[in-house]
């Protein structure tokens, strides 16, 4: 049998670029802190084809980034799952069974949250896009992890020539179907940011609305044009406190200004406000750099 040492450093890395660019199933629970406990209460509640893979997420999601890089980190899990009473062969059966799934999982979860008949976020515009587009003349916008589309549609609405794309397919099915019934165009594509091609000097605003990307700064910067913005919000550090949230959100007071030396700052904020997505009031960041002219 395979053993946690012998994984891949490139299979490891999958599975931890999946589970941190995205926050955890507390989402779609409007209730506060979990504890482990009600956490596997949760998980067992779960079809068996969705356990192993929440319970690996719920666990990575508490890692620092740098703990994310561990390249034991198979072995780490596998201790964690030991602690929690599961058997040697138990344990082994899970990791294989996340790595099978691999980002799969994670997209079938965005596809399950985003598509669910009562939705666990906000599903109007984000009130901070809305903010910023109000006063610019409409151009080409990217909204990078679209989701549902509920802010593509709205710039679409707006007069921006907007293109969406989202790994979650039926998420971006969602959208266009959204679009079509309200009369409203714009273009989508079923792809990751990591092999999205962003261009260069081709947009007047890049969305980021609760969607990873800290690793690709210097693509967003390139992708805009002269005088385009990058808008971005996500949870403030503080908003993990007794919380799950995926790194990829997450920023530190400060921090979102100094990825983006080649942005002027527009606007940066640290407020506290209800989220769009989790709908609890937590320290949010958000963000709006122009690319100089
Ligand atoms: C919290 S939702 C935000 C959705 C949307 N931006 C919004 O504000 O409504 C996170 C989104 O990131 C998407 N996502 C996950 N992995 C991604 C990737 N590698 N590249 C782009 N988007 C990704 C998910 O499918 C999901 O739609």
């Known amino acids: 049998m395979e053993t946690p040492t012998k994984y891949s450093a490139a299979r490891v890395a999958a599975l931890v670029w999946c589970a941190?660019?995205?926050?955890?199933f507390i989402y779609s629970v409007p209730s506060l802190t979990q504890t482990t406990d009600e956490v596997e209460k949760r998980i067992a509640s779960l079809p068996p084809d969705q356990r192993a893979y929440?319970?690996?997420?719920?666990?990575?999601?508490q890692l620092s980034p740098d703990q994310r890089r561990d390249p034991n980190l198979p072995a780490r899990y596998r201790d964690y799952l030991k602690t929690r009473?599961?058997?040697?062969?138990?344990?082994?059966?899970?990791?294989?069974?996340?790595?099978?799934?691999?980002?799969?999982?994670?997209?079938?979860?965005?596809?399950?949250?985003?598509?669910a008949e009562k939705p666990t976020f906000?599903?109007?515009?984000?009130?901070?896009?809305?903010?910023?587009?109000?006063?610019?003349?409409?151009?080409?916008?990217?909204?990078?992890?679209?989701g549902?589309?509920?802010?593509?549609?709205?710039?679409?609405?707006?007069?921006?020539?907007?293109?969406?794309?989202?790994?979650?397919?039926?998420?971006?099915?969602?959208?266009?179907?959204?679009?079509?019934?309200?009369?409203?165009?714009?273009?989508?594509?079923?792809?990751?940011?990591?092999e999205f091609d962003f261009g260069e000097r081709r947009w007047d605003m890049i969305v980021l609305s609760y969607v990873g990307g800290r690793d690709m700064t210097a693509v967003f910067e390139r992708a805009l044009k002269p005088g385009g913005v990058l808008v971005i919000e996500a949870f403030h550090r503080d908003a993990t406190k007794g919380r799950s949230i995926g790194g990829g959100v997450v920023f530190d007071t400060?921090?979102?200004?100094?990825?983006?030396?080649?942005?002027?700052?527009?606007?940066?904020e640290e407020p506290?406000?209800?989220?769009?997505?989790?709908?609890?009031?937590?320290?949010?960041?958000r963000y709006c750099g122009e690319r100089p002219e």
């Not at 929440?54 to 990575?60: A, G, L, M, Q």
Request: glycine share 10%.
């Open 54 to 61: 929440e319970r690996f997420r719920y666990w990575v999601t």
């Open 85 to 115: 009473g599961f058997s040697d062969g138990e344990a082994d059966a899970q990791i294989k069974l996340v790595q099978a799934q691999g980002s799969r999982a994670e997209v079938e979860r965005w596809n399950r949250v985003l598509t």
């Open 122 to 146: 906000n599903v109007k515009p984000n009130e901070f896009l809305v903010e910023v587009a109000r006063g610019r003349k409409p151009g080409t916008a990217l909204d990078v992890g679209m």
């Open 20 to 24: 941190v660019l995205a926050p955890l």
């Open 254 to 268: 400060g921090e979102l200004p100094k990825l983006y030396p080649q942005l002027r700052v527009v606007r940066y």
């Open 148 to 194: 549902q589309g509920r802010n593509t549609i709205w710039l679409a609405q707006q007069g921006w020539d907007v293109t969406g794309f989202d790994p979650a397919e039926k998420a971006v099915a969602l959208a266009q179907e959204t679009g079509r019934k309200l009369g409203v165009h714009f273009k989508s594509e079923v792809k990751g940011m990591e």
């Open 272 to 285: 506290v406000a209800t989220a769009d997505f989790g709908q609890e009031k937590v320290r949010l960041v």
